[in-house]
């Protein structure tokens, strides 16, 4: 187990105490700015892909696929209609059922931000074509992929509310040995992180807990997140806006602290 320490109601891995987590706080900003512009309805064509190539890779039970399950728990959180899970779920067994090609794009943006994507497509060239040209229009431009990746680590990241009941330093305790590697709370939403190779395990073990997770999913963190203007984010949040609304695109991760 890789070594950490207390601080207060946080478990930090020493060598990272104090980078990971200077590059949440635009992560935070931004949720808090969809949930009010409404926004949340944008990812259900998205969260509806997450959930057929689950199904479509594991089996279309969430009691044997570990990873369905997460997927349908995302979509809950997110306020996704019960038919639209379901006809995500038979998509995958379908005749019409498609097949789709993870892919990652890796570039820099207005300010020199960087900028790591992670899609699913069922067409590269179109998806490439695309990206390409939010880059470009933004003033960036794509980077050869792996010139970027060392630069973020990736992660398994929980979410869940902190209810009364819920002691943050037993849970730590609970949650060691499965993985955990830090536990922060912000505005009353408990998040939990480890390696991503512990994603399982710590799923499993939240579960058994009884945790209530609303959200789970793979990140990468900035080793080192850069500070913005308010002015340089305007222009940069632009760029943003206009990958997440592309259908292909899953995760959209940078460097922005």
Request: aromatic share 8%.
């Given at each position: 187990?890789?070594?950490?320490?207390?601080?207060?109601h946080?478990l930090?891995?020493?060598?990272?105490?104090?980078t990971?987590?200077m590059?949440?706080a635009?992560?935070?900003?931004r949720a808090?700015?969809?949930?009010?512009?409404?926004?949340m309805?944008?990812v259900?064509?998205k969260?509806?892909?997450a959930?057929?190539m689950?199904a479509?890779?594991?089996?279309?039970?969430?009691?044997t696929?570990?990873t369905l399950r997460?997927?349908?728990?995302?979509?809950?959180a997110?306020?996704m209609?019960k038919?639209?899970i379901d006809?995500?779920?038979?998509?995958?067994?379908?005749?019409?059922?498609t097949d789709?090609t993870e892919v990652?794009y890796?570039?820099?943006?207005?300010?020199?931000?960087?900028?790591?994507l992670?899609?699913?497509t069922?067409?590269?060239?179109?998806?490439t074509?695309?990206v390409?040209?939010?880059?470009n229009?933004?003033?960036g431009?794509?980077?050869?992929?792996g010139s970027?990746?060392?630069?973020?680590n990736r992660k398994?990241?929980?979410?869940f509310e902190?209810t009364?009941?819920?002691?943050?330093?037993?849970?730590e305790f609970?949650?060691?040995?499965?993985?955990?590697e830090e536990?922060?709370?912000n505005?009353g939403?408990v998040?939990?992180?480890s390696?991503?190779?512990k994603f399982?395990?710590?799923s499993?073990?939240?579960e058994e807990?009884?945790v209530?997770?609303?959200?789970?999913n793979?990140?990468?963190?900035?080793?080192?997140?850069?500070?913005f203007?308010?002015?340089q984010l305007e222009?940069?949040?632009?760029?943003?806006?206009?990958?997440?609304e592309?259908?292909?695109?899953?995760?959209v991760?940078?460097?922005?602290?």
């Open positions: 187990m890789k070594c950490a320490k207390r601080r207060g946080k930090v891995r020493m060598r990272n105490k104090n990971e987590k590059g949440r635009f992560e935070y900003r808090a700015k969809e949930k009010r512009w409404g926004m309805s944008r259900f064509p969260l509806a892909k959930i057929t689950a479509k890779e594991g089996g279309d039970d969430p009691g696929n570990s997460a997927a349908i728990k995302n979509a809950k997110q306020n209609p038919d639209n006809k995500a779920i038979k998509r995958a067994s379908g005749k019409d059922s789709y990652n890796e570039g820099k943006g207005p300010h020199g931000v960087l900028v790591f992670e899609c699913a069922d067409n590269v060239i179109r998806t074509a695309n390409k040209s939010y880059f229009k933004a003033g431009g794509q980077v050869a992929n970027l990746e060392f630069m973020f398994a990241v929980f979410e902190k009364e009941e819920m002691n943050l330093e037993e849970l609970e949650l060691i040995d499965a993985g955990l536990i922060e709370e505005e939403t998040y939990v992180y390696d991503y190779t399982g395990d710590l499993v073990k939240l807990m009884g209530d997770v609303l959200k789970s793979l990140k990468r963190i900035p080793t080192s997140p850069v500070e203007s308010d002015e222009d940069i949040e632009k760029m943003l806006d206009k990958m997440e592309d259908d292909d695109v899953q995760g991760n940078t460097n922005i602290n």
